[in-house]
């Protein structure tokens, strides 16, 4: 595996770079502002400026491997600017990179049909809509995806739609023009088979944004998560993703791509706050020495930086392995960076506060905030029981026959 930078990787890395230090990290302010200021729920100017600075840049799409629609990077050579963009809460949005976005134009493209796409997909990926992801539900365990209870049941030529969904992230955004729904449609099939995905325009009869749900008290506007009900919703039946059935294939297939992309920021929003511990520790002084010469913290900045190292060459390795074999063959170390990766960030992020003291917690670092949303990320998108009880199973599996395993024994 040779995870050096190849020439257009690193050109692009020092034009995102320049581009976070130029516009994104000083408008980091000017957003927090805009946001308290105006209608919490209502796009703010200064984010809509980055994003047509990004495009006149050419620095846009950055994701999707393998598509036309891209830039034409693979996995691994996405990672390095996913990082890059990860250091700051505002960082994937310029650059129409951010999630359930990313996640969900992949799915369309995978999986969409040519009028899907033309509907959808295009408009998403110029950067004019938003979209949303209606799959976890409060009164099941999401964590199993054939848990699912909300129905989409087929009328003739429609589905009708009806259950409670939350932690539908982006349906507060008046931006966000249609979510992908996973639905129950046929309770008698194989269990892998009895759901299908939907898509649903957020302005049809029946759709309601119940509440935005707060992450530790943060409600992320105006991107927010949302709490949405579905009330005898219709919509065309050739709204369906795929095919009938085809709801948690489609999960897993989408699940990878968007897990490793938050890994990839992660990363980056580890780095951040290791580089706000340095400073700290150098720049502080307590009982008459530098905080970097006072209660192991040298060691603690040690820690950490061999800690993000490590978790990035296991992004690298995942990303390398999705590339070159494939999403199912990598599950493994896809799951295996999906719980590494918010970990190590949240133990950087910990040690970054704690040397920051009072300040550490306040609004005036980002690092309460970006605690908050790593240790959210242990639960998004699979929590870490899941993921390690995957990678756990895929390890015994080569000392156990495949058919004693799958009777889950």
Not at 4 to 32: C, I, T, W
Not at 44 to 49: C, N
Not at 182 to 203: C, I
Request: a negative charge; proline letters at 6%; one cysteine or more.
């Amino acid at each position: 595996m040779d995870f050096a930078y190849s020439p257009k990787v690193q050109a692009l890395r020092e034009r995102v770079s320049a581009f976070m230090d130029a516009y994104v990290y000083p408008a980091e302010p000017v957003f927090e502002r805009q946001v308290a200021e105006g209608d919490r729920w209502q796009p703010t100017a200064i984010m809509e400026e980055l994003k047509a600075k990004a495009r006149a840049e050419g620095l846009w799409n950055l994701f999707l491997p393998e598509s036309a629609y891209g830039a034409g990077l693979s996995n691994l050579e996405y990672a390095p600017l996913a990082e890059i963009m990860g250091r700051s809460l505002l960082g994937p949005e310029p650059f129409n990179c951010s999630a359930p976005d990313t996640g969900n134009m992949e799915v369309l493209v995978r999986y969409g049909s040519e009028a899907q796409k033309r509907e959808w997909l295009e408009p998403l990926l110029r950067g004019e809509i938003r979209s949303a992801f209606a799959m976890t539900e409060p009164d099941v365990a999401s964590s199993d995806a054939t848990n699912m209870a909300a129905t989409a049941v087929r009328e003739g030529d429609e589905w009708v739609i009806n259950g409670r969904k939350w932690w539908t992230s982006g349906a507060c955004d008046p931006r966000c023009k249609v979510m992908i729904f996973m639905g129950l449609s046929d309770p008698e099939a194989p269990r892998h088979q009895q759901h299908s995905m939907v898509l649903v325009p957020t302005d049809t009869p029946g759709v309601k944004i119940v509440r935005p749900l707060p992450v530790f008290g943060y409600d992320d506007a105006p991107h927010g998560h949302a709490e949405v009900l579905f009330e005898n919703v219709r919509v065309p039946y050739e709204n369906v993703l795929l095919g009938e059935g085809c709801g948690f294939e489609i999960a897993q297939g989408r699940l990878g791509p968007g897990r490793i992309h938050h890994c990839m920021r992660s990363v980056g929003m580890a780095e951040r706050a290791l580089e706000l511990m340095c400073k700290r520790s150098v720049e502080r002084s307590a009982f008459g020495r530098p905080l970097a010469r006072l209660g192991g913290n040298v060691d603690k900045i040690a820690d950490s930086r061999m800690e993000i190292d490590m978790a990035r060459l296991l992004t690298l390795k995942a990303a390398y392995m999705m590339d070159t074999v494939g999403n199912k063959v990598a599950r493994s170390e896809i799951a295996q960076i999906k719980v590494v990766a918010p970990n190590v960030a949240l133990r950087v992020i910990d040690r970054a506060i704690q040397m920051h003291g009072g300040a550490g917690v306040s609004g005036d670092f980002p690092l309460a905030y970006m605690y908050a949303m790593q240790r959210t990320l242990r639960l998004a998108d699979g929590p870490d029981e899941v993921h390690r009880a995957a990678i756990g199973k895929y390890e015994i599996g080569k000392y156990v026959p495949k058919e004693l395993l799958q009777s889950g024994h």
